[in-house]
């Protein structure tokens, strides 16, 4: 079953500001990942935050955790037109070290 | 240096039809993957090989069949098309199961069956 569902859905802003997407899941995990996908092209991985990590930051990129909630965000900070993709997050559950993808948010950044 | 390559990218076949998709990894990675996702975006897992063996074979039909000549290698054999397989699939390789690393993605093979 679909394990992490991103929410919004679509997101669109101007180029400069932050952007959030949400992520939240139903089981226990293993870890978290955040890819990008753009168009036509395949995922690129972003980071990976481990369930007994909080915070992760990867240049204008930080991802949070929290496990008692079973949410995770990132945060994009003074957004690009180039960041204009759609991200997912991938769950790794229990034992399976499968990861499992929500449909993602289309973000668009305007110039 | 292309990582994971996938060939054709786009294939349009009439149902009915066999076709393959061809991926190879140059990373040394041991876990190779074949993901589908369609038109909502939703990527389901399909199958998992880990060193030429299969180790994870999700509900899909058996139409689709995975061969790993070796770890570098994994293709996609479909027989007996239909409309439904329309889809971008994507193969993807990791380190290994239990290591937690990101996974590196090929750039889709886009099928469609008309």
């Known amino acids: 079953s679909q394990q992490g569902e991103e929410d919004p859905q679509a997101l669109s802003i101007q180029e400069g500001e932050n952007a959030t997407m949400n992520c939240s899941y139903k089981?226990?995990?293993?870890?978290l990942q955040w890819y990008r996908q753009n168009s036509g092209r395949g995922l690129v991985h972003l980071i990976l935050?481990?369930?007994?990590?909080r915070e992760k930051h990867s240049g204008r990129l930080r991802v949070t955790l929290d496990t008692s909630k079973k949410s995770s965000s990132l945060l994009i900070t003074a957004s690009r037109a180039a960041d204009t993709a759609s991200y997912f997050c991938?769950?790794?559950?229990?034992?399976?070290?499968?990861?499992?993808f929500g449909r993602g948010t289309s973000l668009i950044v305007h110039p | 240096d292309t990582a994971v390559s996938q060939t054709p990218k786009y294939l349009v076949t009439q149902m009915g039809n066999d076709k393959s998709i061809k991926c190879e990894q140059n990373?040394?990675?041991?876990?190779m993957y074949w993901y589908k996702q369609d038109s909502k975006k939703f990527l389901k897992i399909m199958f998992s090989?880990?060193?030429?063996?299969?180790?994870i074979n999700e509900t899909v039909p058996n139409r689709f069949s995975p061969k790993s000549p070796d770890k570098a290698h994994l293709n996609l054999h479909i027989n007996s098309l239909e409309l439904g397989d329309s889809a971008v699939y994507f193969c993807a390789s990791s380190q290994g199961l239990d290591r937690g690393y990101g996974y590196t993605f090929g750039s889709g093979t886009r099928l469609t069956v008309v």
């Open positions: 990373l040394g990675h041991d876990t």
């Open positions: 935050i481990r369930s007994n990590e």
């Open positions: 090989y880990n060193n030429k063996e299969l180790i």
């Open positions: 089981t226990s995990i293993n870890n």
């Open positions: 991938a769950t790794e559950a229990g034992g399976s070290y499968i990861p499992t």
